[in-house]
């Protein structure tokens, strides 16, 4: 007697399966994921093994993701590393209300940014749930393209001028690059959920039939 | 004058034609795949497609699913009359570009 097929490599990897869902707008979001699904038995049916019809659904969600999140990724890289590049070569010249300017371009800006996030993924997408986690995405890997353009900017300038060596230790460090970020996440999301709210709000109402 | 299409367009807009009745997301993506000779991001082909259906070049209706896509329903593409015109305009201006050229061309320009 053959044994029954053990149906869970049948069901695409649940994670991946999830974030799918939760980018895609309200109207495809149920065609979409199951053309995925099918296209993704279709692979393991003709292929021997299920890796390669796994790493395809993985890249496919992977590239849905990215759609969602570039935009606000972009904005929140440039935001933080354009701080960086001015503290480094304009440096504050001390006094009472020395980071004043910068800290309000800062805060400002992350407030515009993750607003603007939900706000425009809820209104494409009919769910606060892609707006929140839109503006999440957008934060962290923002934050790590903002770090990575940090590293270079220590390494080339910082790293090899003392006294600007002394200002970046003064000013928090690496700690503080990795330490704000994550403090910041219960903001974000309030922020996201707020404009992902508003999102919802003005959208237009669902559109397509069932023939 | 109607948008002009770019050649991803045309290639999506050509393959719901030619698949007629059958022309739902997967079926477009592996058309166009199979047209174009490269793998491509599925995201682009259904990105493409609602650009398409907000300009008014495909209409979209739902179908019921299938127990191979746990059945979740499909959506089925097909051309809208401006769909028809805008294929035929790029048709056009495609060959009034090449018009008087011998095909392949030849050695260096």
């Given at each position: ?24 707008p309200?109207?495809?979001?149920e ?13 393991l049916?003709?292929g021997?093994?299920?890796?390669p019809?796994v790493?395809?659904?993985?890249r ?36 009472p ?6 800290s ?9 940014i ?23 995405a ?23 001028n003392?006294?600007?060596l ?15 970020p ?10 996201a ?10 959208r ?8 | ?10 290639a ?10 059958d ?8 058309d ?11 995201g682009a082909?259904?990105?493409t ?16 699913g299938?127990?191979?896509r746990?059945g ?9 009359a401006?769909g ?13 570009i ?9 050695g260096?320009?």
């Amino acid at each position: 007697m053959t044994p029954a097929r053990d149906p869970e490599p049948f069901e695409p990897p649940l994670l991946a399966r999830m974030l799918l869902e939760t980018v895609l707008p309200l109207e495809t979001e149920e065609s979409v994921s199951g053309d995925l699904i099918e296209e993704y038995r279709h692979r393991l049916l003709r292929g021997s093994s299920h890796r390669p019809a796994v790493f395809w659904y993985l890249r496919q969600v992977a590239g849905f993701v990215w759609r969602a999140i570039w935009m606000f990724t972009a904005f929140v890289a440039a935001a933080v590393a354009l701080r960086d590049i001015v503290d480094t070569f304009v440096p504050v010249v001390p006094g009472p209300h020395a980071y004043q300017l910068r800290s309000a371009f800062t805060t400002w800006s992350a407030v515009a940014i993750y607003l603007s996030a939900g706000f425009v993924a809820a209104l494409k997408s009919g769910k606060i749930s892609t707006g929140l986690f839109v503006a999440l995405a957008s934060h962290v890997v923002g934050h790590l393209v903002a770090i990575s353009v940090g590293a270079v900017l220590f390494f080339s300038v910082i790293a090899r001028n003392l006294a600007a060596l002394e200002e970046f230790q003064l000013s928090g460090g690496w700690g503080e690059a990795w330490s704000i970020p994550l403090m910041l996440v219960p903001i974000v999301a309030i922020l996201a959920i707020v404009g992902a709210c508003v999102g919802r709000l003005v959208r237009r109402p669902l559109t397509g039939r069932l023939t | 004058m109607a948008d002009t299409l770019g050649t991803f367009e045309q290639a999506v807009l050509v393959a719901i034609l030619r698949l007629g009745a059958d022309g739902y997301g997967r079926r477009i993506l592996i058309d166009v795949q199979e047209r174009l000779g490269r793998e491509l991001a599925s995201g682009a082909v259904y990105a493409t497609l609602d650009r398409l259906e907000a300009k008014g070049l495909v209409r979209s209706n739902l179908a019921p699913g299938t127990p191979q896509r746990d059945g979740r329903v499909r959506r089925y593409y097909v051309l809208t009359a401006a769909g028809v015109r805008a294929l035929n305009e790029s048709r056009k201006t495609a060959e009034r570009i090449w018009r008087g050229l011998a095909w392949p061309l030849k050695g260096r320009v």
